[in-house]
């Protein structure tokens, strides 16, 4: 059944239309406020640390940032920012296009999970405790080990098969370990921009305009 989800619109401002930002920031969406043409800010309403699925902090997330500041003063004050990494500002310039063509701060979208699958794909899924601990009480401790699952580093994650999609992906895009699943497969955030980019790159949906080719 598809879900509908709200979610934020991604705008670029010059630094001297700062209030622009705010407003829209507060309205729901995400801007990138530019201070200088080489220095970005991402700025979002504070995200819900009740909500693990809160998109706000996974467009930070996305960007590899954990940590937040909250802006003190001005226009943007009480709004959450991080800096835009070097390596990221094509990134968020490509939200930005991508959002060119909505309207307004935020926008509805459907989300079939079942037959997109696109997070299924290319994704590094590592194992907690309480995953092995699932897999255990649930009868398949072999979930754990490989070969559906293997070291790296100091990690344990799920081994991929040849093509990059998940061994416990079937080929009608359903999940096969569905009641046992690791959390991050649990936590991963519906209408995220890590799930926008995966349906783009694995399935050419894109929600909004397409790339340039």
């Known amino acids: 059944m598809a879900k509908k989800?709200?979610?934020?619109?991604?705008?670029?401002?010059?630094?001297?239309f700062v209030e622009e930002a705010s407003r829209h920031v507060r309205a729901g969406g995400h801007a990138v406020v530019w201070d200088t043409p080489l220095s970005a800010r991402l700025v979002v309403r504070v995200p819900d640390?009740?909500?693990?699925?809160?998109?706000?902090?996974?467009?930070?997330?996305?960007?590899?940032?954990?940590?937040y500041a909250v802006v003190r003063g001005g226009p943007l004050e009480?709004?959450?920012?991080?800096?835009v990494p070097a390596d990221c500002r094509e990134i968020v310039k490509r939200r930005v296009e991508r959002d060119s063509v909505h309207r307004g701060p935020v926008h509805a979208v459907h989300f079939d999970c079942v037959t997109c699958a696109a997070c299924c794909r290319d994704n590094n899924v590592v194992l907690g405790d309480d995953d092995l601990e699932r897999f255990s009480e649930g009868g398949r401790p072999e979930l754990g080990k490989l070969p559906y699952a293997k070291r790296a580093g100091d990690r344990m994650v799920l081994v991929l098969r040849r093509d990059r999609s998940?061994?416990?992906?079937?080929?009608?895009r359903r999940c096969g370990v569905y009641p046992l699943?690791?959390?991050?497969?649990?936590?991963?955030?519906?209408?995220s921009e890590c799930c926008l980019f995966a349906r783009e790159k694995e399935l050419g949906m894109v929600d909004g305009l397409e790339a340039a080719t």
């Open 5 to 16: 989800v709200v979610r934020p619109i991604a705008r670029s401002y010059q630094a001297r």
């Open 49 to 67: 640390g009740e909500n693990p699925q809160d998109l706000g902090y996974w467009s930070m997330l996305d960007l590899g940032k954990t940590r």
């Open 78 to 83: 009480g709004l959450a920012f991080v800096r």
């Open 166 to 172: 998940c061994k416990h992906l079937s080929p009608e």
């Open 181 to 191: 699943r690791p959390d991050a497969c649990r936590s991963f955030p519906v209408a």
